[in-house]
């Protein structure tokens, strides 16, 4: 029996909404992440970007649970000598709220160029406007 290998002519790709409203961070990012790299797809594999498009509303409600909201903190470094950045959670939450699924769902993704690829298929955005009409999303419930 041969392993058969989709190509990249086959691969079909669907869009997908998602209302992160009272959705746990973590839990949210994990499901994401699945769609995005293809892993719910039955021929899956691995070295293909063959997920799914996921368009994200209401970024702005995503719930942590514990402490997470005080103590959770984003590092950055500008690469010079003293160019540390510390973000905590909520202050991105006030400025950028749309960033913490980005960074959730970027951290569960490969760390190579596939990753860099797919988390372009990532679209996050506050509020519950977006302009992925033209696409007819489906609604996908976590």
Do not use: C
Not at 7 to 12: M, S
Not at 23 to 46: C, D, H, M, W, Y
Not at 59 to 65: C, S, Y
Request: no cysteine; charged share 30%.
């Amino acid at each position: 029996m041969l392993t058969s290998s989709i190509k990249k002519d086959e691969i079909k790709r669907d869009w997908f909404i998602v209302d992160a409203d009272n959705k746990t961070l973590g839990r949210l990012a994990s499901e994401i992440a699945q769609v995005i790299r293809g892993k719910k797809k039955p021929n899956f594999t691995p070295n293909l970007d063959m997920g799914d498009f996921v368009v994200v509303i209401n970024a702005e409600k995503v719930v942590v649970t514990g402490s997470k909201e005080e103590q959770k903190k984003y590092f950055s470094h500008s690469g010079f000598p003293g160019g540390e950045k510390e973000v905590s959670l909520s202050s991105l939450r006030q400025k950028h709220p749309e960033r913490i699924i980005y960074n959730a769902v970027k951290g569960m993704l490969p760390h190579n160029r596939l990753g860099r690829k797919l988390i372009k298929h990532l679209k996050v955005y506050t509020g519950t406007e977006h302009p992925h009409v033209s696409q007819q999303p489906k609604q996908f419930n976590i």
